[in-house]
């Protein structure tokens, strides 16, 4: 089928939001493809979305604010997840709040693993400090700062690095989330409840 037999009727007036989320829509499953932002064509979005090319550029400046829109709504997701499970933790307790945290993150990675994948396999194209600064995944990294914060102001210290405690953090479960999956082993989500309660030993003290 050629490009322009492909390309579907103009949205009306006020539906410019449903294109922009049949763009993302389209390029997650490309990129669940392809692999990598490099590899991605912005004509294949287009076609796959059933609009001209020029269209995407009326949403997105360019293709890395396309993939990193995709991505920012599975982060969203995942954020959204781990602020929900740590509302229902001990509100006077900013360590279990910390604890509820990365349990959602691990429980999250574990129920949804297309996505998750989707997250840390895209390969993404380098750019500048200032523009990474606002990569969706600086979602999780303020989360856990904000929660580091609390702890601190509870008398808790971190130990090591504080800035660097956060990555600390997402390296952490991010790591261990990986090696569940694909180790051959029983799958008991109990052992991953674990791990965070050693990570949160190890890092935290009175």
């Known amino acids: 089928m050629s490009d322009s037999a492909a390309v ?5 007036r006020g539906q410019g939001e449903r294109l922009r989320e049949e763009l993302l829509r389209a390029t997650e499953r490309l990129l669940e493809e392809v692999g990598s932002e490099d590899a991605l064509s912005l004509r294949a ?22 993939v990193w829109a995709t991505l920012e709504v599975s982060y969203e997701r995942l954020g959204q997840a781990m602020t929900a499970a ?44 200032e523009r990474l600064a606002g990569h969706p995944a600086g979602l999780l990294v303020r ?12 008398g808790w210290q971190v130990r090591g690095s504080r800035s660097e405690a956060p990555y600390v953090l997402w390296s952490s479960v991010h790591g261990r989330v990986m090696l569940w999956q694909v ?3 029983q799958k008991d989500t109990r052992r991953l409840d674990r791990f965070v309660d050693e990570i949160l030993r190890l890092l935290l003290e009175r």
Request: aromatic share 8%; glycine share 4%.
């Open 143 to 154: 989360s856990w700062d904000e929660a580091l914060t609390a702890c601190e102001e509870a």
């Open 86 to 129: 740590a509302a229902k933790a001990d509100d006077g307790d900013p360590v279990a709040r910390l604890r509820a945290q990365l349990r959602a993150y691990c429980r999250y990675a574990v129920g949804h693993p297309a996505t998750y994948r989707l997250l840390y396999e895209t390969r993404q194209t380098p750019v500048g400090p």
């Open 45 to 66: 979005v287009a076609r796959a979305a059933g609009v001209a090319a020029p269209s995407i550029y009326r949403h997105f400046a360019d293709k890395t604010e396309l």
């Open 8 to 12: 579907r009727p103009r949205n009306p």
């Open 183 to 185: 180790m051959p082993s």
